[in-house]
């Protein structure tokens, strides 16, 4: 057997083949913009598992990246992506980098230069750097807590979070959010702990004032440290 991570031409195009086969399945499924399915469409996702995972990169369902995290599932990350509402050029904050992948579909929306990646474990964050530079796409990356390693890129016209937060998403993300940006997050219900409790996808659009909260359902991601 040769090396599995060497590409080669025929796998490539069995994995496009998949890629398109998954894109047309969400279009069924989500009330999503076709911008935002072709940015799934644009990610070569079997780039971004592990080698072991290979033949499952494009059904929807999550998949562990190590170090007890997870990449989500396909169609969570385009709901996620649609109800950021960005544009090419809007500059986003993204709190969990994990593997990249996440990172790599924002990019294809906003643009090279735009989306900036806080990883919390070191390993992840030099991994999704060195793997996001490879596939050519230009993320910045930065391991640390995502509530203060951008501060200074602030303010961003959206932020992205892929972990989940206890009781609320937090002031110093918002904080940094443009009066008129969105704020998208997984919020785990307080006094419920651990996967197994209640998590609801929310989207906050920042006001001058406060902020407007929506609900968008019942999901489940990893904590927030
Ligand atoms: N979007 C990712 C999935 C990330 S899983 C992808 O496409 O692969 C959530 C990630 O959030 C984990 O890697 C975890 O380490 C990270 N994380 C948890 N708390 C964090 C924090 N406070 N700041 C930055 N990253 C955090």
């Known amino acids: 057997m040769g090396d599995t991570n060497a590409p080669d031409r025929g796998e490539d195009l069995d994995f496009a ?3 398109r086969e998954l894109v047309d399945a969400l279009r069924q499924r989500l009330d999503v913009s076709e911008r935002t399915l072709s940015a799934i469409d644009a990610v070569p996702r079997h ?6 995972r290979r033949s499952l990169a494009y059904a929807d369902r999550p998949l562990p990246i190590g170090h007890d995290q997870t990449i989500s599932a396909p ?3 385009a709901v996620m992506t649609d109800l950021l509402e960005v544009d090419r050029g809007d500059r986003v904050l993204e709190v969990g980098t994990g593997c990249g992948y996440h990172a790599a579909v924002l990019a294809e929306i906003v643009g090279p230069g735009n989306v900036f990646s806080a990883e919390y474990v ?9 793997r996001l530079r490879r596939l050519g796409y ?3 990356v930065r391991a640390g807590d995502g509530r203060e390693v951008f501060r200074d890129e602030a303010p961003f016209d959206a932020a992205s979070l892929t972990c989940a937060p206890t009781g609320g998403i937090p002031d110093a993300i918002v904080d940094q ?3 008129g940006g969105r704020v998208v997050a997984p919020v785990q219900r307080k006094g419920a702990l651990g996967l197994g409790g209640r998590q609801r996808l929310v989207r906050l659009t920042v006001r001058e004032d406060g902020v407007d909260r929506e609900d968008h359902g019942g999901v489940r991601f990893v904590p927030m440290r």
């Open 17 to 19: 083949v998949a890629r």
């Open 47 to 52: 780039a971004f598992v592990p080698a072991d």
């Open 75 to 77: 169609h969570m990350v």
């Open 122 to 130: 070191p390993e992840l964050a030099e991994a999704a750097r060195d």
């Open 138 to 140: 230009d993320v910045v």
């Open 177 to 179: 959010v443009r009066t």
